[in-house]
């Protein structure tokens, strides 16, 4: 097998060598690290190495001056040819090539400019973006009222604030003033205007019949407290259906979906949102709700991890802690299991986490018969086509059942029983001829 046939993420192989794969080196060491193999042809074909004592001095020395980093430089023989191996581990300070930075994305080599270079040299700094100061702001950016409504909120996680009656000394002790000056969270979290500053720092809201038909939709904008509560304001009063009850003489009005899950939602989507990108969006469509939000999850969490115990890895550190002394968040990673919980005491679909287009999406699901989460609850397709018939037409007879699946009575029964097992159906109480099933 050609050797070609191995180049990945962390190997590449080049024939001879020539100082600008110091380019190769840099994106190693910028990414997850690796080796570059000199003496191996373009067929992958080992093809072997001349002068590799003078290589072995000179590659570890240009490395060290023109990057900065000491690798591990070695000699092999491979299929009885002489190749030099140049390992390079992660690095966890930026490398730059010649004032260029690079990473390695798969078998090929990248250059990392805008927008995504700003991400990467944050992320290999010791600071998260939302720790620097905002150059252009000062504290006539800053809303006493939101200070004010912190206050009360937080006077149970931080009993001094109540003596604290001094803004300046409040903002220090919350770490969000470093030298007299904002840190861009003193914006976001009580800034009047922090769109001045950071233009995506909005929310925007649809209402879709499709993902092409939109109805209606609004930017919600502010500081990070006000976004929170003028999207749920919103969503009671134009976007979402509430169901009126009563319990005694008290009126109770509860949204479609639950709002301790939508809430919790929202303030992890401020939170942990990449802010260099764009703005967070909440698609509300007759069957679901999606909120996508802008950054990926840390590298070792999974989506599957969301839904059970894991640690908290906030993106932005220091709203995380006010929102957290706020009294609005726990620090322990459930705020995915709350919104999980919720849902299911509602007794709505599980919501679905979802890596896309550069960030994470939640599906909220109004409706728990359809076709998707049937399937998603071990129902075989002659149970799923049964349930979508009674939620259609209200009912389903043990008969009913065996004609529209073409199957045996036996079939039907064992299949009925095990809906029944499930808490999907129920019986209707009557029995022989007469009997049939409804929704449970």
Same mark, same amino acid.
């Given at each position: 097998?050609?050797?070609?046939? !191995?180049?990945?993420? =962390?190997?590449?192989?080049?024939?001879?060598?020539?100082?600008?794969?110091?380019?190769?080196?840099?994106?190693?060491?910028?990414?997850?690290?690796?080796?570059?193999?000199?003496?191996?042809?373009?067929?992958?074909?080992?093809?072997?190495?001349?002068?590799?004592?003078?290589? %072995?001095?000179?590659?570890?020395?240009?490395?060290?001056? *023109?990057?900065?980093?000491?690798?591990?430089?070695? +000699?092999?023989?491979?299929?009885?040819?002489?190749?030099?191996? *140049?390992?390079?581990?992660?690095?966890?300070?930026?490398?730059?090539?010649?004032?260029?930075?690079?990473?390695?994305?798969?078998?090929?080599?990248?250059?990392?400019?805008?927008?995504?270079?700003?991400?990467?040299? *944050?992320?290999?700094?010791?600071?998260?973006?939302?720790?620097?100061?905002?150059?252009?702001?000062?504290?006539?950016?800053?809303?006493?009222?939101?200070?004010?409504?912190?206050?009360?909120?937080?006077?149970?996680?931080?009993?001094?604030?109540?003596?604290?009656?001094?803004?300046?000394?409040?903002?220090?002790?919350?770490?969000?003033?470093?030298?007299?000056?904002?840190?861009?969270?003193?914006?976001?979290?009580?800034?009047? =205007?922090?769109?001045?500053?950071? &233009?995506?720092?909005?929310?925007?809201?649809?209402?879709?019949?499709?993902? +092409?038909?939109?109805?209606?939709?609004?930017?919600?904008?502010?500081?990070?407290?006000?976004?929170?509560? /003028?999207?749920?304001?919103?969503?009671?009063?134009?976007?979402?259906?509430?169901?009126?009850?009563?319990?005694?003489?008290?009126?109770?009005?509860?949204?479609?979906?639950?709002?301790?899950?939508?809430?919790?939602?929202?303030? =992890?989507?401020?939170?942990?949102?990449?802010?260099?990108?764009?703005? &967070?969006?909440?698609?509300?469509?007759?069957?679901?709700?999606?909120?996508?939000?802008?950054?990926?999850?840390?590298?070792?969490?999974?989506?599957?991890? %969301?839904?059970?115990?894991?640690?908290?890895?906030?993106?932005?550190?220091?709203?995380?802690?006010?929102?957290?002394?706020?009294?609005?968040?726990?620090?322990?990673?459930?705020? +995915?299991?709350?919104? +999980? =919980?919720?849902? /299911?005491?509602?007794?709505?679909?599980?919501?679905?986490?979802?890596?896309?287009?550069?960030?994470?999406?939640?599906?909220?699901?109004?409706?728990?018969? $359809?076709?998707?989460? %049937?399937?998603?609850?071990?129902?075989?397709?002659?149970?799923?086509?049964?349930?979508?018939?009674?939620?259609?037409?209200?009912? *389903? $007879?043990?008969?009913?059942?065996?004609?529209?699946?073409?199957?045996?009575?036996?079939?039907?029964?064992?299949? !009925?029983?095990?809906?029944?097992?499930?808490?999907?159906?129920?019986?209707?109480?009557?029995?022989?001829?007469?009997?049939?099933?409804?929704?449970?």
């Amino acid at each position: 097998m050609p050797l070609k046939s !191995l180049e990945s993420q =962390n190997i590449e192989f080049k024939s001879i060598w020539r100082d600008d794969y110091l380019k190769v080196i840099c994106a190693f060491v910028n990414a997850d690290g690796g080796k570059l193999i000199i003496g191996i042809d373009d067929k992958g074909i080992p093809i072997g190495v001349e002068n590799t004592k003078k290589l %072995l001095e000179d590659v570890p020395n240009k490395i060290k001056d *023109i990057l900065g980093i000491i690798p591990k430089v070695i +000699t092999e023989r491979k299929k009885g040819k002489n190749t030099l191996i *140049i390992e390079v581990k992660p690095s966890y300070a930026p490398i730059s090539y010649h004032g260029r930075y690079f990473v390695r994305s798969g078998s090929t080599i990248q250059e990392l400019k805008g927008k995504e270079l700003t991400k990467f040299l *944050i992320a290999k700094s010791d600071r998260d973006w939302d720790e620097y100061v905002e150059e252009k702001g000062s504290i006539d950016d800053i809303d006493i009222k939101t200070v004010k409504k912190f206050r009360e909120l937080a006077i149970k996680r931080l009993p001094f604030v109540k003596e604290e009656k001094d803004n300046l000394k409040l903002l220090q002790k919350l770490n969000v003033l470093e030298n007299g000056k904002l840190k861009r969270a003193a914006i976001l979290l009580f800034g009047k =205007n922090p769109k001045r500053f950071y &233009t995506s720092a909005f929310i925007k809201i649809g209402k879709f019949l499709t993902d +092409t038909d939109i109805v209606s939709s609004d930017d919600v904008e502010g500081n990070l407290f006000e976004q929170v509560e /003028k999207v749920i304001e919103l969503l009671r009063a134009k976007y979402l259906i509430s169901e009126i009850r009563f319990e005694g003489i008290y009126r109770k009005e509860a949204l479609e979906y639950p709002e301790e899950a939508l809430r919790e939602a929202i303030i =992890n989507a401020v939170i942990h949102r990449d802010y260099i990108g764009a703005h &967070t969006q909440l698609k509300i469509y007759p069957d679901k709700l999606i909120l996508w939000n802008e950054g990926a999850l840390p590298k070792d969490i999974k989506i599957a991890d %969301l839904k059970k115990s894991h640690p908290s890895r906030p993106r932005n550190e220091l709203l995380a802690d006010v929102f957290f002394k706020a009294g609005l968040i726990e620090t322990w990673g459930r705020g +995915t299991i709350k919104i +999980t =919980n919720e849902c /299911k005491k509602a007794g709505l679909p599980e919501p679905e986490f979802k890596e896309e287009c550069g960030g994470l999406s939640i599906y909220f699901y109004k409706d728990i018969y $359809t076709d998707e989460h %049937l399937r998603k609850m071990g129902l075989n397709v002659r149970q799923v086509k049964a349930v979508l018939y009674v939620k259609e037409k209200g009912k *389903i $007879t043990n008969k009913e059942y065996q004609g529209l699946n073409k199957c045996s009575r036996n079939t039907a029964t064992n299949d !009925l029983r095990k809906l029944i097992q499930k808490g999907i159906i129920k019986e209707s109480g009557k029995k022989g001829a007469g009997a049939f099933y409804v929704i449970a």
